[in-house]
């Protein structure tokens, strides 16, 4: 599943819902939980942005960069 935090904008994919942000460490953000599911326009920016770093890996490979 893919969750999203509130105070960083750090969005990763995870089994269960953790209870910190494991990018900035929060647990809360004003009264809420820092960490939430994702919505369907956030869940849809991770996967173009995981697409484009692999296919940025595949070319570098290619090229001989890594």
Not at 9 to 22: I, V
């Amino acid at each position: 599943m893919i969750y999203f935090c509130d105070c960083c904008h750090y969005a990763f994919s995870a089994d269960r819902l953790p209870g910190r942000c494991p990018d900035c460490g929060k647990q809360a953000h004003g009264i809420l939980p820092a960490v939430r599911p994702a919505t369907p326009v956030e869940i849809a920016d991770y996967e173009r942005v995981r697409l484009e770093i692999m296919k940025e890996e595949q070319y570098d490979k290619l090229e001989g960069n890594l």
